[in-house]
């Protein structure tokens, strides 16, 4: 009885922290982009994979601590590594191929081809890289496929990746911390640039907003017409018949003139959309370097200034000594 009773306790303890750890990951994503997401599913996906690695993080303290059952920690732990794997190895690359394909237009069916196709070039590359490695103890006793061959190979090739994605990001923030803190690489002169990316937007905007006044109305237009040959009243006999179906086919080609007009506007409409964002991001990247030109000119900034010289120069001394 009592072990079915810590068996009910620790259920509950995982459970409810698992929950805890997906609200947060929810909450949290939510918050950062607010209504920029198009779907859910990039925010279920980032949710669950933060309470996978949550729930590992709290396996090692709660094995530290020595709270919970042995057995519930260790097919507790089992559980996670496993979903982990597979979110890893299988989810998130072909939910990034699959979301790569929707943003560059490609429809549903042919986006689901080439995320697998992708997923399959994935794993092709992914296995290869772990054949020039020990990943395996050839001494060791066999083990099933799920819990002890896919997960041994698994850990293994993710390490290698983990390790060499590691490596690169250090040396990455190796060059990039002087770029950062030295006032010497921040941009002079931005004004004339800042106010020159200004204009070109409201320019854009003040286009984009006529265009969009010119589709509404061939919109409209379109609608009338097509109101207009529904009601019309037609004769089977005599020369009205004659010229009424005439009036209709020309009717009918300028209405196919519409439709190309308004094809045209719209993809008009998104290019010159596109070119704003771009616009956008830029602009806001020249009114943050100015803030940070404006923010190094304070005593504050002064102290950053010094702590960045100290991080270059350790980050130099991490290049040389690698």
Known sequence: IFFRYMLITDGIIIITSHSIFFFLGWTFLHLVFLAKLKSYVPQLLF???????????QLIIFEIMGYMEPKTRLWNWRIVLLLTLVNLILV????????LCM???????????CSCVGLVVYLYTFWKIGEGFPTVNPSSPKKDFVSGLFAEEGVSR???????LMAVLSGFGAINCPRNYLSYFSKRGQSTETAHIEWRQQQLMESIATKKKRLALAQWELTVRKRDQATQPTKLFGLSSVFGSLSRRLKSFSGDDDLDRISKLQDEISALEKVSTRLYIELDDLVAAKEDIEFSKTLKGRLYFLLGCFFSLYCVYKVFMA
Do not use: E
Not at 92 to 97: D, I, R, V
């Open 47 to 57: 949710s669950y994979t933060l309470t996978l690695n949550c729930s590992m993080f």
């Open 92 to 99: 998130l690359p072909y939910s990034q191929f699959y979301f």
């Open 103 to 113: 943003d560059w237009g490609v429809s549903l069916k042919k986006s689901c081809m």
């Open 158 to 164: 993710v390490g290698i990746v983990g390790v060499t």
